[in-house]
């Protein structure tokens, strides 16, 4: 049938139009149907709809419909839409994200295993917090596996073979033993009857598989599913969905392979895209940006491979041409960008029209310093402002006791960073003696560093420490002391140890911060600490105002699902921007999710499009910068070129490009299978058992041992 347009019913607003390809989708109620929904083409509609249209129309009960979604936000946003086009009392607890439903699901089944329904479930941090314990019980040293490597270890054992690991190790009846530190961690969680988000799902799938009156009923019971951002899902997702619709057949899956950004965490898009529906509908109306900047965005994302072909177009009109700007500095960069947003703002444009997107959460600093000068508010949309993150503040406070040891609020922030023993009964009885003698505290430690309550080597060691710096700040900039602070306080290694690794990015960028400090200042006086201190002292006040009328700043993965009249997407700086981490431990795969998230990122534009890249040097290693090959990849007609990039920089990318290209194809570079024998010249021959992707390591089984290895030690045989 061909429509231009329908309405559709709810019960409290009356018509609503769809465009013909929603309608299709609302009305596609049997069998499986896979909806790829563009960005900006009204997905969330189609699913409240077609909610509505199984209610409303035809009959259906909530209680035999489950509609899942991502995030509790997105649940949220659901069960609000569907409320207004349903009556009262049909939104239920079926419309939740899939951990909420395995959650529901085993509070009723989990008792099958052993397991009492009030269950633990623990988050990441909590998970971190067992994995350390079962690290440290066997001597396992986080200066080298961080408890984020470790509990991605831990998932891929889970991974692995779920019945097995079940089983074995989180049943109450499994062996008590404990034979390495990654079955301690699963010991731990079966003492406390924990599961973390994995195991919800595993738990979920083992007790289907095992018992058949539960996969009975729930299989019966749901006679609908709806999946919202399928793309996302992994594998196990995706089974566990196929067993709840296996009995009526009704699977309804929207998503947009185009916009898969978490397979980094476990999402497979190519089961979406390989998905045999019997009904497909492909959704590329676009409703939210001009012509031009769709354009972008289907020449970027037209160089992928995984993907279901599409075009989105669009009925508006374009406004302004999209702007490429090539600036010959972060700095100039980042004037650019407030420059921008200042002059339109003074135009007439609020500030909320605006939002600043970067790949990695340490490029926001610059933006940040130059908006706090114009005095233009912002905030960091789910994040922290760079002075305010913790790393950051560590750091300063350091340099601020150096400075002066007057500063109490400084030394409380770092006697124990890293840890040196000194808890709150400590701090408290320092406490007492310096307000006794009317002086600082680190002045009352200096005074009992030779009490029996202070006389120990790591207080003496902080007390030398803020001494010798005090000489090393008359001697070098502080760029070079805060540096060197790092290293002789250990707290580098501290974050070294850290689960996430944008610490190290923020302190690198904190470093590379002072020394563009110290570049812009012409007299030697006000390259000295104090004056630093002074300077960083302006970005550092909290600003508890609401975020409404500000400009945005975020992360690219933060901004999905979110549009803005006005985008700038900043740090276009090939091996940032795709980053060559990710495409080096993941390959095709992990350059066709960077660009993926390209897409996203210029899809949040409505009106206006700002791209952007810097001249200078890479932080991490010294090495020139060049634009992004994705600037190369959009056609020139499409864009205003703006600050005269010498054609050279683009040879520079095409050649970061190839030699990448050829590091990855150098010999037989994608991992050995399980089973691959190999050779060890110590340990002798083994096979294959997994390979980790984030150590790019192998899990080698020699006879009756296991070992974990790095490639360059084996020998395929």
Not at 37 to 45: D, I, L, N, P, V
Not at 346 to 373: D, H, M, N, T
Request: proline share 4%; hydrophobic share 40%.
């Amino acid at each position: 049938m061909s429509r231009e347009s329908h309405n559709s019913t709810g019960a409290a607003n009356g018509p609503i139009i769809l465009n013909a390809r929603q309608q299709d989708a609302v009305e596609a109620s049997e069998g499986r149907v896979r909806v790829v929904a563009g960005a900006g083409s009204g997905k969330t509609r189609v699913l409240a709809h077609r909610y509505a249209f199984l209610v409303n129309e035809l009959g259906i009960s909530p209680g035999n419909i489950l509609c899942l979604t991502f995030t509790n936000k997105a649940a949220q946003e659901m069960k609000h839409r569907i409320a207004r086009l349903v009556d009262r009392g049909s939104v239920n607890d079926f419309i939740c994200t899939i951990h909420s439903f395995c959650v529901k699901f085993l509070r009723r089944e989990i008792y099958r295993i052993g397991y009492p329904k009030n269950f633990t479930v623990i988050d990441e941090e909590d998970a971190k917090l067992l994995a350390k314990q079962a690290m440290e019980e066997f001597g396992v040293d986080r200066r080298k596996l961080t408890a984020e490597r470790f509990l991605t270890k831990v998932a891929a054992l889970k991974g692995y073979n779920i019945d097995q690991y079940i089983q074995r190790h989180l049943l109450p009846a499994s062996s008590p033993d404990c034979p390495d530190e990654l079955v301690r961690y699963m010991r731990l969680q079966l003492k406390h009857f924990a599961l973390d988000y994995d195991d919800l799902i595993y738990f979920t799938i083992y007790i289907l598989n095992h018992f058949p009156d539960a996969r009975e009923y729930w299989t019966d019971k749901l006679n609908y599913l709806m999946v919202d951002e399928v793309q996302d899902c992994s594998s196990d997702d995706w089974k566990l969905l196929n067993i709840l619709a296996e009995k009526h057949g009704n699977l309804f899956v929207v998503g947009d392979p185009d916009q898969a950004i978490y397979e980094w965490r476990g999402a497979n898009p190519k089961i979406f895209v390989n998905f045999k529906a019997s009904t497909d509908i492909i959704l590329n109306q676009n409703y939210r940006s001009t012509p031009d900047i769709l354009e972008i965005a289907n020449t970027i994302i037209a160089n992928n491979r995984n993907r279901v072909p599409k075009e989105l177009y669009t009925l508006r009109l374009n406004e302004t041409r999209s702007v490429y700007h090539h600036a010959k500095s972060e700095r100039d960069e980042a004037d650019f960008v407030a420059e921008t947003i200042q002059k339109e703002i003074k135009g007439g444009a609020s500030p909320r029209e605006f939002a600043v997107l970067y790949r990695s959460s340490f490029l926001s600093r610059g933006i940040e310093q130059r908006l706090l000068r114009m005095k233009i508010p912002y905030s960091v949309w789910g994040g922290v402002r760079f002075f305010e993150r913790k790393e950051i503040k560590d750091v300063i406070c350091y340099l601020r006791l150096v400075a002066s040891e007057a500063d109490d609020m400084a030394f409380t922030r770092v006697i124990n960073m890293p840890s040196r023993k000194f808890g709150a009964t400590s701090m408290q009885h320092l406490r007492a003696a310096a307000e006794a003698n009317g002086i600082s505290l680190m002045q009352a430690l200096r005074l009992g560093v030779d009490s029996p309550r202070f006389n120990k080597p790591a207080l003496r060691s902080f007390i030398a420490l803020i001494d010798n710096a005090r000489e090393w700040a008359a001697q070098m900039p502080v760029s070079e002391l805060a540096d060197k602070i790092l290293n002789e306080s250990k707290l580098a290694d501290h974050y070294r140890m850290d689960e996430r690794e944008d610490r190290l990015e923020n302190i690198a960028e904190l470093i590379n911060s002072m020394r563009e400090f110290e570049l812009s200042q012409d007299d030697d006086d006000d390259r000295l600490l104090y004056a630093y201190l002074q300077e960083v002292a302006l970005y550092t006040n909290p600003d508890a105002d609401v975020d409404n009328e500000k400009v945005k700043l975020m992360t690219i993965h933060q901004s999905k699902g979110l549009e803005f009249p006005t985008v700038f997407v900043v740090g276009l700086t090939e091996g940032v921007f795709p980053n060559h981490r990710s495409i080096r431990e993941r390959r095709q795969d992990g350059e066709e999710e960077e660009r993926r998230l390209m897409y996203v990122a210029v899809t949040r534009a409505e009106r206006m499009l700002y791209l952007s890249d810097s001249e200078g040097y890479m932080n991490d290693n010294g090495a020139l910068k060049y634009p992004s090959r994705f600037i190369s990849e959009i056609p020139e007609v499409l864009l205003t070129i703006e600050g005269n990039p010498d054609p050279s920089l683009f040879e520079g990318t095409r050649n970061m490009v190839n030699l990448l290209n050829a590091e990855l194809m150098e010999g037989d570079n994608a991992p050995w299978p399980a089973g691959t024998e190999v050779e060890h010249r110590a340990f002798g021959r083994g096979k294959v058992v997994r390979f980790d992707p984030a150590s790019q390591s192998y899990r080698i089984r020699f006879g009756d041992k296991e070992r974990d290895l790095i490639a360059r030690v084996l020998r395929k045989i």
